[in-house]
């Protein structure tokens, strides 16, 4: 899949992925320093949240190391 994209659009594709990523950790230290605040409610509501975030990211990791790196 590499082969059809030139380095400017992989740049900028890897570019945003590394955006989200960044957004996604600092969403989920958020969500950490609130539960760890031992706030009822913030913890029910958030951490399904979180987990979803972290599933998430980790599907999208999982999918750039199949799909886009099998030709590395």
Do not use: N, R, W
């Amino acid at each position: 899949m590499l082969a059809f994209l030139s380095k400017k659009e992989y740049f900028i594709d890897m570019k945003i992925f590394l955006a989200l990523f960044a957004l996604a950790i600092i969403i989920m230290a958020s969500l950490c320093a609130y539960v760890f605040l031992d706030t009822f409610m913030v913890a029910v509501v958030f951490l399904p949240l979180g987990l979803a975030l972290s599933a998430q990211v980790l599907s999208t990791l999982f999918y750039v190391g199949i799909f886009h790196c099998k030709d590395c």
